[in-house]
C-alpha cells in the first residue's frame, strides 16, 4: 500500500472538513479553549488579534513557536498559523512545528513585496487572503489549498468583507456566463492562468474552499457573509475583543451553521454583551489598510 | 427513500453530490423534525467536537440516538466515524457521541494534517481496491463481537488498524469516499447497508 502525504486532495479536502464552521484566532492557551469549548472548527494562533496589531503598529511577524506549542497542547482541534506574505522560512519553521494549516496573511507585515510564498513545497497546506478572483486564482496557482477573502482585519467594521465576498462571487459568476473563447481576455484581465480561470467558469465556483474574514464581530455579520457564498467564517478580534467572549463564540457558531433561519441568529444575538468597539473602514487612512497588502 | 446528511457541519455538500450521483433522494437536516423524516442517515466530514457541540445546543441528541437506536441505517466517514462510536480516546472534555457503534475509536490518530494521507485501500467484498483520502484520520482501537472488520491499514506504528467497520445497519469509515469521484462506498451504503436493514 503506498501511502502518500501533502497531495492536493489532502491539502484541499481538510479544508472541506472546515466548512459550516468558524475559525476564531487566540492569543493564549486560556482563549484556545474558550474556543473550542463554543464549537470553533480550528483555532488561529497569533500573538496579536489584529485589533491590537492595528493599535500598536510596529512590524508584526509569525508568533513564538512556544505560545503555538501551548496552544497545541490545549486544543483538540486543528491549529493554524500565520507566516508573513513571502517569508518561506517563517513556513518552514511553522510546518516543522506541526501546525495543521498556515495563514499566508497581510495582517503580518509582509516579507516580500514581489513574491509570495511557493507553497507547493510544503506539506502543509496554506490558506491566502484575496480581495477579487484574479487575486485568488494567483494564491490556487501558487499552491494555496484555501481561500479567505480579506475584508479589513482589526475593524469589526464587516463593510470590506461584503464588497470582497460579493467581488469574488460577482466575477465567478460573470466567467460561467461567457462564452468559451472570451475566457482567454477574462484570464488576462484578471491577470489569472487561462486553465484556472476555465476551471471556475465550468464548475461556477473556485476549485478550493472560500472563507470570509476581516471585520466580522456579531452573529449576523457572519450569517450574512455565509448568505454571500463563504464556506465559513474567521472570526479574529470579533470574539476576544467583545464583553463576553464565550458567549458571543458560541452565538457565532451558531449563527454560521442557521444562517438562514433569522429566529435563531435573533436568540443567538440575546445578550451577547458589548460588540468590539471597532473603527470605521473609512476612517482608516489608505496606506494603514491590510487588505492592501499581497497583489 | 430519503437520505438524510446531517447539516450541522463539514463537507455536507460532498455527500449530497455523491448520493445524488446514487439517484437517491438526498436532504439536509438539521432540526429535530427533519431527522425524523429521513429512512437513512449520513454523518460527514468535519469537526467531531464541533458537531457534537452543535448537536447538544439545538437538542438533536436524542432524536439521533432513539433513530440509531430503532435500527435507521447511519453511514458516518471520519468524524462521522467518531460520533457513531460507543468510545471515543483522545476526546476533547466532556465530548459526547451518538453512539451506536460498539467500537473504539482514537481520534486524530494518524497524526496532524502533515500526516494526513491517501492510500489504496483493499474492502471487503468490492474486487477493486479504492482511493481512501485520510484526513486528520481516527482509526478503529477496538470492536465489540457484533462488529465486523471491513478494511484495515498499518498504522505508523506497524499495527494492523480498522478503517472501515460495519454493526448491521451502521456503516463507518475513517477516510473521505466522498472527496472522490468513486461513489462504492456511497453505493455499498444504499445498496448492502439500507436496503437489507429494513
Redesign the interface.
Known sequence: ???????G??KR??A??????VIMDVVNAEQAKIA???????VMALERVPADIRAQGGVARMSDPDMIEKIKAV????VMAKARIGHFVEAQVL?SL????IDESEVLTPADYENHIDKWNF???FICGATNLGEALRRINEGAAMIRSKGEAGTGDVSNAVTHMRKIGGEIRRLTSMRDDELYVAAKEMQAPYELVKEVAKAGKLPVVLFTAGGIATPADAAMMMHLGADGVFIGSGIFKSGDPSRRA?AC??AT??FDDPKVIADASRGLGDAMVGINVADIPVPHRLAERGW | MIVGVL????????HCLALGECGVDVAVV?RKAEIEAVDALVIP???S??IA??AQ??DLIDVIRSRIGSGMPVYGS??GMILLANRVL???PN?ITFGGLDITVR??AFG??????????DLDGMNESIRA????APWVESTGPAVSVLAS??SPDGQRRAVAVRQGPLLATSF?PE??SDNRIHRYFLDEVCSKSK
Open positions: 500500500m503506498s501511502e502518500i502525504t501533502g497531495t486532495r489532502v479536502g481538510m472541506e472538513m472546515l466548512k459550516g464552521g473550542e469549548d463554543a464549537g470553533a472548527v480550528a486544543v483538540t482541534i486543528p510546518q506541526g501546525v495543521d494549516y506539506t502543509v497546506p458560541l457558531v451558531k451553521t442557521f | 447539516g450541522l457541519q463539514g463537507d455536507i455538500r460532498e438539521r466530514g468535519g469537526e467536537t464541533t457541540h452543535l445546543v439545538f471520519c468524524a483522545d476526546a476533547a465530548q481520534r486524530n496532524r494534517q502533515v500526516d494526513s494521507f491517501e492510500a489504496d485501500l483520502v485520510f484526513i486528520r491499514v498499518v473521505h472527496l472522490t
